[in-house]
């Protein structure tokens, strides 16, 4: 099973960028997807995660500003982040709660990171 980020890169304060992150291989069932991120510095955080059935959870930094989603028919988690602040800037990474077969146990992947710097 591999997790493959996409999305990030330089934007001005204010603006928006979107990231994808997919995931591939055998898998039976994905559970609870999310996204992460972590600053020079600090310890890695949650920014915002979702459940198969589409129920939502925002770290309070990101409320009203950032947006998960998700395809279940792609397998594929979405970060849409408008209204970008300078502590927005991080390694964001994707993370998947995933059962490779009926009788499995949930297991987390991470994706590979993807680096959002917001600056003018």
């Known amino acids: 099973v591999q997790l493959q980020a996409s999305g990030g890169g330089l934007v001005q304060p204010g603006g928006s960028l979107r990231l994808s992150c997919a995931a591939s291989?055998?898998?039976?069932?994905?559970?609870?997807m999310g996204w992460y991120r972590q600053a020079p510095g600090k310890q890695r955080e949650l920014v915002a995660d979702?459940?198969?059935?589409?129920?939502?959870n925002y770290a309070d930094s990101v409320k009203g500003r950032f947006t998960i989603s998700r395809d279940n028919a792609k397998n594929t988690v979405y970060l849409q982040m408008n209204s970008l602040k300078p502590e927005d800037t991080a390694a964001y990474y994707c993370?998947?709660?995933?059962?490779?077969?009926?009788?499995?146990?949930?297991?987390?992947?991470w994706g590979q990171g993807t680096l959002v710097t917001v600056s003018s």
């Open positions: 993370n998947a709660r995933i059962l490779l077969n009926k009788f499995d146990y949930e297991r987390a992947y």
């Open positions: 291989g055998s898998i039976f069932r994905i559970n609870r």
């Open positions: 979702i459940t198969s059935a589409g129920s939502t």
